[in-house]
């Protein structure tokens, strides 16, 4: 399951489930259509994996060409929430294999208490995230 919210600063994406091929198409279809009714072409994205249990091999296949697709309509940062730390591992492949927007976070809100403060300060700062931790 997902939804996308469109915010002042960008886009919000919040999956949960096991996100399979299916699933993954019918949002990257949905993202594409409110792509093209962003006005500002410059903006940040969060998106929310803290209730994803998994990611079938053939939808991490398929959101590997979403970065690049983001980037090239403006996306300048995203941050990603999760808990799950094989679900981290699964996306940190996905980027390691597709080096879009290097301007990427993670943030395991498990551990990181506060981690809405630094995500606010991070998307909207111009320097370095660590120093900013």
Sequence with gaps: MYTITIHSYGLEHTF???LDHEEIKEWL????????KLTNK???VLIDMRGVESITRKGATLLKG?????????????????????VKEQLSYISEVSPFCKNK???????????K?????WLFSNGDFETIL
């Design 16 to 18: 949960s489930g096991n």
């Design 29 to 36: 279809s949905d993202s594409m259509d409110v792509l093209f």
């Design 42 to 44: 410059d903006f940040v």
């Design 105 to 115: 976070r993670y943030i395991n809100t498990k551990s990181e208490t506060d981690w």
């Design 117 to 121: 403060k630094k995500h606010i300060n």
């Design 66 to 86: 979403t970065q690049k697709t983001f980037t090239d309509y403006g996306m300048r940062k995203s941050i990603i929430l999760y808990t799950d730390e094989s």
